[in-house]
């Protein structure tokens, strides 16, 4: 059978054809002009009902939701743009249009909202009832109640106004500083610089002396630019923190467990278990040191190998590595990663210019979704892509729902993609020729516990504690490193001897103002999936539709309510998350016996 030979690079022409240059994408923006202003005259004229029999919202509805699809269509698009070539300069000036509609958008819905609020509540409960309104229920309750959180939508209009500047412009101010961080190194005798993201792939070098240098010019590089970058950090955050402040927030959590449809409780609970249960992955930390030579890790040998592939994967082997393991758990799976790969949704390539990290966003006008990544042909590299597909089957499973039911949230977003990585990545261990590939491959796997139980608890730790200082006042440059440090050693139970107190300037992360805290949810979603994998290996290829039924579920629940439907579990007691982190210690056991010689 011949194998289709897949691209490294992606496919925005069959948006909107010629890039930033786009005279389709310029047309598409003006359409949502228009679109913007029927929608709000359309708000701007509706009386609050009266009677149960009133069809008005109805049709509000369908406006919101053909202007949220163009609206978002935009955006992701733009985000391409930006993120395959950081030195577009007209991209950067379109996310600064997309972040203008946004906020009219926004300015509208707080007027839709407050005239929600304003419907008596029996009228409410009977408009509901309409065929039309049943399946929206959850969503539309749920705007209701942040209506009524929020203040009168004269100063709700006037934040969405100040913060096209005044907030989204320090996250627009963060990408620019990136595009110009440089990374020099000497490779084969020749000086270059590297991007960000070619960076960052020499962290996982077999050669130490290779991961020492690339991190000592990585410090250097991030701390020429640290003095913009906490500039940056302190008036984001201090723009949030004044909002919430006015609208009588005192938990800078409430808006991020809101978002996330979580409890503090069930937030409480995973971090409790976790920390209880550090000193495993402590042992291997110390255990990759001995195997390494060295007394102890330093952060540049985290995501170093333990041993040798002998090969790397291309990019051709690590699409068909993923395929071959999507088809033991499902054919819709498997089709749906086929037709990314053929149809160029994924941006793979190893350039300079493009920006750090992955993603996957989706074009819902299209019905498509687009992957970004810096593919070099490691392992964690087909972790991500499988990872990034499992997000763009996601959008895939939620297409028979109505559109205002796909809006779920971030952690059960990275439930769906961890689950697709560790599809591949269990499958890989299991199938390994050798021991000393399934230590390797194995290793990988732990890397990835490390980093949800270690990594994304220092990020936790350090932005709940630096927004706590911030309240006070600016927080120095000196301050967020110490911050850093002592939360990445909490963290790491201090088992490293060189840590990255830089690291709240260069992780993305905590710049991003579109959803707040970006960094609890990778570990909700990560144990999640673990419930919901254990549950697909004991069901076999037959679970594929039961799992693409709780997809459909995830933007319209709470998650307390998703797992108790879908695996009859209560989130908030200690138990489930338990079994979740001792299937990880598992992998950590079998590494430790392995490497017992």
Same mark, same amino acid.
């Given at each position: 059978?011949?194998?289709?030979?897949?691209?490294? +690079?992606?496919?925005?022409?069959?948006?909107?054809?010629?890039?930033?240059?786009?005279?389709?994408?310029?047309?598409?923006?003006?359409?949502?002009?228009?679109?913007?202003?029927?929608?709000?005259?359309?708000?701007?004229?509706?009386?609050?009902?009266?009677?149960?029999?009133?069809?008005?919202?109805?049709?509000?509805?369908?406006?919101?939701?053909?202007?949220?699809?163009?609206?978002?269509?935009?955006?992701?698009?733009?985000?391409?743009?930006?993120?395959?070539?950081?030195?577009?300069?007209?991209?950067?000036?379109?996310?600064?249009?997309?972040?203008?509609?946004?906020?009219?958008?926004?300015?509208?819905?707080?007027?839709?909202?407050?005239?929600?609020?304003?419907?008596?509540?029996?009228?409410?409960?009977?408009?509901?009832?309409?065929?039309?309104?049943?399946?929206?229920?959850?969503?539309?309750?749920?705007?209701?109640?942040?209506?009524?959180?929020?203040?009168?939508?004269?100063?709700?209009?006037?934040?969405?106004?100040?913060?096209?500047?005044?907030?989204?412009?320090?996250?627009?101010?963060?990408?620019?500083? *990136?595009?110009?961080?440089?990374?020099?190194?000497?490779?084969?005798?020749?000086?270059?610089?590297?991007? *960000?993201?070619?960076?960052?792939?020499?962290?996982?070098?077999?050669?130490?002396?290779?991961?020492?240098?690339?991190?000592?010019?990585?410090?250097?590089?991030?701390?020429?630019?640290?003095?913009?970058?906490?500039?940056?950090?302190?008036?984001?955050?201090?723009?949030?923190?004044?909002?919430?402040?006015?609208?009588?927030?005192?938990?800078?959590?409430?808006?991020?467990?809101?978002?996330?449809?979580?409890?503090?409780?069930?937030?409480?609970?995973?971090?409790?278990?976790?920390?209880?249960?550090?000193?495993?992955?402590?042992?291997?930390?110390?255990?990759?040191?001995?195997?390494?030579?060295?007394?102890?890790?330093?952060?540049?040998?985290?995501?170093?190998?333990?041993?040798?592939?002998?090969?790397?994967?291309?990019?051709?082997?690590?699409?068909?590595?993923?395929?071959?393991?999507?088809?033991?758990?499902?054919?819709?799976?498997?089709?749906?990663?086929?037709?990314?790969?053929?149809?160029?949704?994924?941006?793979?390539?190893?350039?300079?210019?493009?920006?750090?990290?992955?993603?996957?966003?989706?074009?819902?006008?299209?019905?498509?979704?687009?992957?970004?990544?810096?593919?070099?042909?490691?392992?964690?590299?087909?972790?991500?892509?499988?990872?990034?597909?499992?997000?763009?089957?996601?959008?895939?499973?939620?297409?028979?729902?109505?559109?205002?039911?796909?809006?779920?949230?971030?952690? *059960?977003?990275?439930?769906?993609?961890?689950?697709?990585?560790?599809?591949?990545?269990?499958?890989?261990?299991?199938?390994?020729?050798?021991?000393?590939?399934?230590?390797?491959?194995?290793?990988?796997?732990?890397?990835?516990?490390?980093?949800?139980?270690?990594?994304?608890?220092?990020?936790?730790?350090?932005?709940?504690?630096?927004?706590?200082?911030?309240?006070?006042?600016?927080?120095?440059?000196?301050?967020?490193?110490?911050?850093?440090?002592?939360?990445?050693?909490?963290?790491?139970?201090?088992?490293?001897?060189?840590?990255?107190?830089?690291?709240?300037?260069?992780?993305?992360?905590?710049?991003?103002?579109?959803?707040?805290?970006?960094?609890?949810?990778?570990?909700?979603?990560?144990?999640?999936?673990?419930?919901?994998?254990?549950?697909?290996?004991?069901?076999?290829?037959?679970?594929?539709?039961?799992?693409?039924?709780?997809?459909?579920? +995830?933007?319209?629940?709470?998650?307390?309510?998703?797992?108790?439907?879908?695996?009859?579990?209560?989130?908030?007691?200690?138990?489930?998350?338990?079994?979740?982190?001792?299937?990880?210690?598992?992998?950590?056991?079998?590494?430790?016996?392995?490497?017992?010689?």
């Amino acid at each position: 059978m011949a194998i289709n030979t897949y691209e490294l +690079t992606w496919d925005l022409d069959v948006f909107f054809e010629g890039g930033s240059s786009s005279r389709e994408f310029t047309d598409h923006l003006e359409k949502l002009k228009e679109q913007l202003a029927e929608f709000a005259a359309a708000v701007e004229d509706w009386e609050i009902p009266v009677s149960s029999s009133d069809e008005t919202l109805v049709k509000l509805l369908e406006k919101f939701q053909a202007v949220s699809q163009n609206l978002r269509q935009a955006g992701a698009f733009v985000s391409c743009l930006q993120a395959q070539d950081t030195n577009d300069t007209r991209a950067n000036e379109l996310r600064g249009m997309v972040t203008t509609l946004s906020s009219s958008l926004s300015t509208i819905l707080t007027n839709f909202d407050e005239k929600l609020l304003n419907i008596q509540e029996g009228i409410w409960n009977e408009l509901l009832e309409q065929n039309a309104l049943k399946p929206l229920n959850f969503v539309l309750n749920e705007r209701r109640k942040k209506a009524a959180e929020k203040l009168p939508k004269d100063q709700e209009a006037l934040i969405n106004a100040l913060s096209i500047d005044g907030y989204h412009g320090w996250g627009e101010m963060y990408d620019t500083i *990136v595009s110009q961080v440089k990374i020099p190194f000497e490779e084969n005798g020749e000086k270059v610089e590297l991007s *960000v993201g070619q960076a960052a792939n020499k962290f996982s070098s077999s050669d130490r002396e290779v991961r020492k240098r690339i991190f000592a010019e990585w410090e250097k590089a991030w701390d020429k630019q640290a003095d913009l970058l906490a500039g940056t950090l302190n008036h984001l955050s201090g723009f949030r923190l004044s909002v919430y402040k006015q609208r009588g927030w005192d938990q800078i959590l409430k808006e991020a467990l809101d978002y996330n449809r979580m409890k503090q409780e069930t937030l409480d609970v995973m971090w409790k278990v976790i920390a209880d249960n550090k000193q495993p992955f402590a042992n291997y930390l110390k255990r990759k040191a001995d195997l390494l030579g060295v007394e102890k890790l330093s952060w540049a040998d985290l995501d170093a190998p333990v041993g040798e592939l002998g090969t790397s994967y291309s990019y051709q082997q690590g699409a068909e590595f993923i395929l071959n393991h999507f088809e033991d758990f499902g054919d819709e799976l498997t089709q749906f990663t086929k037709k990314a790969f053929e149809d160029r949704w994924i941006e793979a390539e190893d350039r300079a210019g493009k920006r750090p990290g992955g993603f996957c966003t989706s074009f819902p006008v299209s019905g498509q979704s687009r992957i970004f990544m810096t593919y070099s042909g490691t392992p964690s590299n087909v972790s991500t892509l499988a990872h990034e597909l499992g997000h763009a089957f996601h959008s895939f499973a939620l297409k028979d729902t109505h559109p205002l039911n796909r809006g779920y949230a971030m952690n *059960v977003a990275e439930t769906a993609s961890t689950f697709a990585e560790m599809i591949v990545s269990d499958a890989a261990v299991s199938n390994a020729k050798s021991d000393d590939e399934k230590l390797v491959l194995l290793e990988d796997k732990i890397q990835r516990s490390v980093a949800f139980f270690m990594n994304i608890h220092a990020r936790f730790l350090f932005e709940t504690r630096f927004y706590e200082e911030r309240k006070k006042g600016m927080v120095s440059k000196k301050r967020l490193n110490e911050l850093m440090e002592e939360a990445q050693k909490e963290a790491y139970v201090d088992s490293l001897e060189e840590y990255h107190p830089l690291f709240w300037g260069s992780k993305l992360h905590f710049f991003i103002t579109g959803v707040p805290f970006y960094n609890f949810p990778y570990t909700f979603g990560y144990l999640f999936s673990l419930g919901i994998y254990a549950q697909a290996v004991k069901e076999g290829k037959g679970y594929e539709q039961k799992y693409m039924a709780m997809l459909e579920d +995830t933007g319209s629940m709470t998650v307390e309510d998703l797992a108790m439907k879908h695996l009859g579990v209560d989130l908030t007691k200690r138990e489930f998350w338990e079994e979740g982190v001792k299937l990880c210690i598992k992998d950590v056991e079998e590494f430790m016996e392995m490497t017992n010689k």
